[in-house]
């Protein structure tokens, strides 16, 4: 991977049709009455090279060549996107963390139709927020997610600090034979249970990749968590880390980075200061599980800047509303398994199975109409979801269209981070407040995809 200096992003971006200029806002969420020329993305079965066993068949992308795209846009100005489906079955975009047009936001049945194979969509909106997201299908997700077809989104804001370089890292699990090709994308067993893991564990499709990076200098490690199923416990060794942001949104008090969980669908941006010796090596690992685990390293090259994370400048808040506690409604969420109904057949696919549920309704499958919504919001009003864990198994919980602020846990203290996706701890409670300022029904489920998919989704209804 090149050395990406903050200007070289900056005009990269520019020359991706990631920039509009000169366009102003359309709305509060972004449906841009006068985009960019979209930038194509086109679902497509490819191959890669994954392990020593050769190129693996049946990859899924939104290019031909390999990993999908990260994709930079920058805040408050428009961008666009034109999908189209070169795949045999159907798919769609979900845009994972954007508070954007409920017509965007790429869930069948929920907010747009399917885009079938030959088809096209055209995505328009306006980012509000700055931060590292992602893009993923939410169609046959565990199919089409477990082939690769998950991709990071970076939104700029001129307003950020200065950092000398920047490393993006897409970490994922590939469920590969011996040979190198797909095996069965999952087992019943485990998903009733955590989830079944992938065989091949990368960062940018590249098992222990490793960067280059100016020694002595200040990088910007964007890390979001695009897999179906791990869970990761991350620590940085041969360098300092301080985190930043998490799931898109500045942290409260910057920390070091001792050791902190994130699972699948959230995000990371950490501030690393590179060690001043030629050739020295910070290695990110993840040591859940029985023994550490490299993810990738960052290799300090040239003379040392000398620079220091004192340096840095804090980072703007996104212009999330703050929700009143004083007037707030409380919704119960309770998740729990359950066995009370099989799933229903699908042209996004099912996985034949109903392991779990929210408020003792599982939702298993994609259709029209599977049940009422989870609660129906007025527009502009403040709520709390009293989210509580009663089974033995954490769960990232995530919430499309719009942020919360953790304000309370029963089991640890936290701290006041906006984000959009929380993972919530066995036989923890927790309370998440925000305020309904997006119109739309809205998606809420656990990105453990197989939890998903056998249940663990609802959604929520804003007017």
Same mark, same amino acid.
């Given at each position: 991977? $090149?050395?990406?200096?903050?200007? #070289?992003?900056?005009?990269?971006?520019?020359?991706?049709?990631?920039?509009?200029? @000169? &366009?102003?806002?359309?709305?509060?969420?972004?449906?841009?009455? %006068?985009?960019?020329?979209?930038?194509?993305?086109?679902?497509?079965?490819?191959? %890669?090279?994954?392990?020593?066993?050769?190129?693996?068949?049946? &990859?899924?992308?939104?290019?031909?060549?390999?990993?999908?795209?990260?994709?930079? /846009?920058?805040?408050?100005?428009?961008?666009?996107?034109?999908?189209?489906?070169?795949?045999?079955?159907?798919?769609?975009?979900?845009?994972?963390?954007?508070?954007?047009? #409920?017509?965007?936001?790429?869930? $069948?049945?929920?907010?747009?139709?399917?885009?079938?194979?030959?088809?096209?969509?055209?995505?328009?909106?306006?980012?509000? =927020?700055?931060?590292?997201?992602?893009?993923?299908?939410?169609? #046959?997700?565990?199919?089409?997610?477990?082939?690769?077809?998950?991709?990071?989104?970076?939104?700029?804001?001129?307003?950020?600090?200065?950092?000398?370089?920047?490393?993006?890292? #897409?970490?994922?699990?590939?469920?590969?034979?011996?040979?190198?090709?797909?095996?069965?994308?999952?087992?019943?067993?485990?998903?009733?249970?955590? @989830?079944?893991?992938?065989?091949?564990?990368? %960062?940018?499709?590249?098992?222990?990749?490793?960067?280059?990076?100016?020694?002595?200098?200040?990088?910007?490690?964007?890390?979001?968590?695009?897999?179906?199923?791990?869970?990761?416990?991350?620590? /940085?060794?041969?360098?300092?880390?301080?985190?930043?942001?998490?799931?898109?949104?500045?942290?409260?008090?910057?920390?070091?980075?001792?050791?902190?969980?994130?699972?699948?669908?959230?995000?990371?941006?950490?501030?690393?200061?590179?060690?001043?010796?030629?050739?020295?090596?910070?290695?990110?690992?993840? &040591?859940? @599980?029985?023994?550490?685990?490299?993810? %990738?390293?960052?290799?300090?090259?040239?003379?040392?800047?000398?620079?220091?994370?004192?340096?840095?400048?804090?980072?703007?808040?996104?212009?999330?509303?703050?929700?009143?506690?004083?007037?707030?409604?409380?919704? $119960?969420?309770?998740?729990?398994?359950?066995?009370?109904?099989?799933?229903?057949?699908?042209?996004? @696919?099912?996985?034949?199975?109903?392991?779990?549920?929210?408020?003792?309704?599982?939702?298993?499958? =994609?259709?029209?109409?599977?049940?009422?919504?989870?609660?129906?919001?007025?527009?502009?009003?403040?709520?709390?979801?009293?989210?509580?864990?009663?089974?033995?198994?954490?769960?990232?919980?995530?919430?499309?269209? /719009?942020?919360?602020?953790?304000?309370?846990?029963?089991?640890?203290?936290?701290?006041?981070?906006?984000?959009?996706?929380?993972?919530?701890? $066995?036989?923890?409670?927790?309370?998440?407040?925000?305020?309904?300022?997006?119109?739309?029904?809205?998606?809420?489920?656990?990105? &453990?995809?197989?939890?998903?998919?056998?249940? /663990?989704?609802?959604?929520?209804?804003?007017?």
């Amino acid at each position: 991977m $090149p050395l990406l200096s903050r200007r #070289n992003l900056l005009k990269a971006s520019a020359v991706a049709g990631a920039y509009g200029v @000169g &366009i102003g806002i359309a709305s509060k969420f972004g449906f841009a009455e %006068a985009a960019p020329e979209p930038q194509l993305l086109t679902a497509v079965k490819t191959e %890669a090279v994954l392990t020593e066993a050769g190129p693996t068949r049946d &990859i899924m992308s939104w290019v031909h060549d390999g990993m999908p795209p990260i994709l930079r /846009m920058r805040k408050g100005r428009p961008y666009a996107a034109r999908l189209k489906n070169g795949l045999d079955e159907p798919t769609t975009i979900h845009w994972h963390g954007l508070r954007i047009d #409920n017509r965007m936001d790429g869930v $069948p049945f929920i907010t747009q139709p399917y885009v079938y194979t030959g088809d096209s969509f055209d995505y328009a909106f306006t980012p509000p =927020d700055a931060g590292t997201f992602w893009y993923h299908p939410h169609c #046959n997700t565990l199919t089409q997610m477990g082939h690769g077809m998950t991709g990071i989104i970076v939104v700029e804001d001129p307003a950020d600090p200065e950092f000398d370089a920047e490393v993006v890292l #897409n970490l994922r699990d590939w469920r590969l034979g011996g040979d190198g090709q797909f095996i069965a994308p999952f087992r019943p067993r485990d998903a009733a249970k955590t @989830g079944t893991y992938g065989t091949v564990r990368t %960062a940018n499709w590249h098992q222990e990749p490793r960067y280059d990076a100016p020694a002595g200098g200040l990088v910007r490690l964007r890390i979001a968590v695009t897999d179906v199923t791990r869970i990761f416990s991350l620590k /940085m060794e041969g360098a300092d880390a301080t985190v930043i942001a998490i799931d898109g949104n500045p942290v409260p008090k910057r920390f070091s980075l001792d050791l902190l969980q994130i699972g699948p669908g959230q995000r990371l941006d950490l501030a690393v200061r590179m060690p001043d010796g030629e050739g020295a090596v910070a290695t990110l690992e993840d &040591i859940r @599980g029985t023994a550490p685990k490299t993810i %990738a390293g960052l290799r300090a090259v040239g003379s040392s800047l000398k620079r220091a994370i004192g340096d840095l400048g804090p980072l703007v808040d996104n212009p999330v509303p703050k929700a009143d506690l004083s007037i707030a409604e409380q919704i $119960p969420l309770i998740l729990s398994a359950t066995a009370e109904n099989a799933a229903v057949e699908s042209i996004c @696919g099912t996985l034949g199975y109903s392991f779990w549920a929210i408020n003792k309704v599982p939702w298993p499958g =994609d259709t029209p109409d599977p049940t009422a919504p989870l609660a129906e919001l007025k527009l502009g009003k403040s709520y709390v979801f009293n989210l509580e864990n009663t089974t033995p198994h954490a769960h990232p919980i995530h919430l499309h269209g /719009m942020s919360f602020t953790v304000i309370s846990s029963s089991t640890r203290e936290v701290m006041p981070l906006v984000s959009d996706t929380y993972l919530i701890q $066995p036989d923890e409670k927790v309370q998440l407040a925000f305020v309904a300022d997006n119109p739309g029904d809205w998606l809420l489920h656990c990105h &453990i995809i197989e939890h998903q998919k056998t249940g /663990m989704t609802s959604y929520l209804r804003v007017s």
